[in-house]
Structures are given as C-alpha cells and as structure tokens.
C-alpha cells in the first residue's frame, strides 16, 4: 500500500512520522475521508470546504489551496492503480521541539494520505441491514468538526460492538445527533427526516448529498429535531457514511426497526445513489 507524507508518496509501511508529531501527542489534527469511484473523487469540493471549516474551527491553517490537494489525491489514487477506493487524509499541527498544549511556533503541518479498498456497499436487493444501540452522546461541544481527536467516537462504537450491534445512534438531551462515525436517517409517517445541523454533529457529506437527491426527485426530507420517541418508533432508519454510503439499520436495540427489513424509501434512496454513482 501507498501512502503520501509531506510532498512524497511512498509504500506506507516506510513513511516515518515523529512521536512528537502533535496528531500523535493530542489528536490536534483535521481528517477527511473521500470515497472514489473508479479513480475518481466523489464529491471532492465539498469534502475540501468541510476541511477547511475543520481547520479554521481549530485554527491551523490550510497548507495547500484546493487546486494542489485535488492533484495530490489525483496523483495518489492513480498511483494506487484507481478502483473503488476510500482516500483518507490528515493535516496535524506538526512537530514542536518540546510537548507544550500550546500551538507551538516552529511547527509545520503534516500532511498524510492514503488509500484503503472501501467495503462493498449494501445493495438495493439487500436481505438482512445493520444493526444499533442507542447511547448517550458524551462528546465535546464542537462535533461539526472533522478531528483526529476521536476517543469518544471510538469507545461509543467499541461499546456497539461489544453489544453485537453495528453502529451507535447518539442521543444529546433527548434529541438524535448521530452515529459514532455515520449520520442518521429517520423515516416517520412516510416522512424522511435527518437531525438539523449543528454543532452537536457532523455536516456529513453524504448527508448532504442523500438530502440533495430525495428532494431533487421529489421525496420531501425534512431537516429537524428528532426526539429519542421518533427514533423509537421509526419505520425506517438509516446510517449514512462516505464508507457505508446510504446502509439501513433494521435492529435497534435488538428490537426490529418498522417490519424488520430494509424499507422502500431506502431502497429507492440507494438506487438513486447508485444512479449518481455510475
Ligand atoms: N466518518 N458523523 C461522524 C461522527 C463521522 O465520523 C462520519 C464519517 C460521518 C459521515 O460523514 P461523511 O458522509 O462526510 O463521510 C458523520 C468517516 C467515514 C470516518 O471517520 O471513517
């Protein structure tokens, strides 16, 4: 496998990065993950704005334009032989001489990508969905922010996973947020709903783009609170992901979601991603 570490590309397992690197020290860090089909970049300049939010909210500044991270990828992927393939890329506030929590002031940014094989998506004729356990969302104030500080994350998912479920649905004061690395879909009284943007969630890409779609042909999709009884007694619910695409959740805590199966709006949300897709 294939990596790119500040300027070069080189087989991942030579890459060298200091343990004093700061996404190692703190997390202090902003990532992307960016899906690419048939070589090429899905949704490339929206996933470059979120990065450029994600940097400006912990205030590093973006070392390259969008122009030269389009080419790095460009020159990464096509170095890794193009497919279906999931970029991941991270910029840390660097390598300071001394640990100190404070932004240090000879440090650049490192920059780091590579490139992982993307799990095959569930398709429409999809027999059994996903599994979830609802869990009370204990991360920090600014979720909107992709960082590579990502304990929480990691322990509500770990904590899915040990429950023989999936994923982790979020619950903040009574409302929906999100999944430990995904956002949500509700469906309601034949009514599609995903929880409004806020701080307390991520401004997913494929969120964005899922909501696009539905209403562009028609299907109503509402942006609003959704409390912990809607989510209970949706018909449908589904996780959406650069990584899962659009991927219905048919147990919630082991209790079955509507009939128990993928449902029809799904079904015809995932062919329409597919659609777009080809
Ligand atoms: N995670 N919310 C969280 C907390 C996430 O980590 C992710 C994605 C999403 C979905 O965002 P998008 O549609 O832009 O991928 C929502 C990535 C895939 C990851 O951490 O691997």
Redesign the pocket.
């Given at each position: 496998r294939l990596c790119y570490l500040n300027g070069e590309i080189l087989p991942l397992d030579e890459a060298r990065i200091s343990p004093m690197d700061r996404g190692f020290l703190f997390g202090d860090g902003a990532y992307e993950?960016i899906p690419a089909y048939d070589g090429r970049p899905f949704r490339l300049p929206e996933h470059l704005r979120r990065l450029d939010q994600t940097l400006e909210g912990i205030r590093l500044p973006n070392p390259h334009s969008h122009a030269e991270w389009a080419a790095m990828i460009a020159r990464l992927l096509e170095a890794a032989g193009g497919g279906d393939a999931g970029v991941y890329l991270q910029v840390t506030r660097g390598v300071p001489e001394v640990r100190d929590h404070a932004f240090p002031l000879d440090a650049r940014p490192t920059v780091f990508m590579t490139v992982s094989p993307l799990p095959a998506p569930l398709g429409p004729e999809a027999g059994e969905g996903a599994s979830a356990i609802r869990l009370r969302d204990n991360r920090w104030g600014r979720?909107d922010l992709k960082t590579t500080a990502l304990l929480p994350?990691v322990l509500l998912r770990q904590e899915a996973i040990e429950a023989g479920a999936d994923e982790a649905l979020l619950l903040r004061d009574g409302q929906l947020t999100?999944?430990?690395?995904?956002?949500v879909f509700v469906v309601c009284n034949n009514e599609v709903m995903t929880p409004r943007q806020s701080p307390n969630?991520?401004p997913?890409?494929?969120?964005d783009f899922v909501v696009e779609l539905l209403r562009e042909r028609g299907v109503p999709c509402q942006c609003s609170a959704i409390s912990a009884d809607q989510l209970a007694r949706a018909d449908e619910i589904w996780l959406?992901?650069?990584?899962k695409e659009v991927l219905p959740v048919t147990r919630l805590d082991g209790e079955p979601v509507g009939d128990g199966r993928p449902g029809a709006f799904w079904r015809q949300a995932r062919t329409w991603f597919d659609e777009y897709k080809a």
């Amino acid at each position: 496998r294939l990596c790119y570490l500040n300027g070069e590309i080189l087989p991942l397992d030579e890459a060298r990065i200091s343990p004093m690197d700061r996404g190692f020290l703190f997390g202090d860090g902003a990532y992307e993950v960016i899906p690419a089909y048939d070589g090429r970049p899905f949704r490339l300049p929206e996933h470059l704005r979120r990065l450029d939010q994600t940097l400006e909210g912990i205030r590093l500044p973006n070392p390259h334009s969008h122009a030269e991270w389009a080419a790095m990828i460009a020159r990464l992927l096509e170095a890794a032989g193009g497919g279906d393939a999931g970029v991941y890329l991270q910029v840390t506030r660097g390598v300071p001489e001394v640990r100190d929590h404070a932004f240090p002031l000879d440090a650049r940014p490192t920059v780091f990508m590579t490139v992982s094989p993307l799990p095959a998506p569930l398709g429409p004729e999809a027999g059994e969905g996903a599994s979830a356990i609802r869990l009370r969302d204990n991360r920090w104030g600014r979720c909107d922010l992709k960082t590579t500080a990502l304990l929480p994350n990691v322990l509500l998912r770990q904590e899915a996973i040990e429950a023989g479920a999936d994923e982790a649905l979020l619950l903040r004061d009574g409302q929906l947020t999100e999944g430990a690395a995904s956002n949500v879909f509700v469906v309601c009284n034949n009514e599609v709903m995903t929880p409004r943007q806020s701080p307390n969630l991520l401004p997913g890409v494929t969120r964005d783009f899922v909501v696009e779609l539905l209403r562009e042909r028609g299907v109503p999709c509402q942006c609003s609170a959704i409390s912990a009884d809607q989510l209970a007694r949706a018909d449908e619910i589904w996780l959406t992901s650069s990584t899962k695409e659009v991927l219905p959740v048919t147990r919630l805590d082991g209790e079955p979601v509507g009939d128990g199966r993928p449902g029809a709006f799904w079904r015809q949300a995932r062919t329409w991603f597919d659609e777009y897709k080809a």
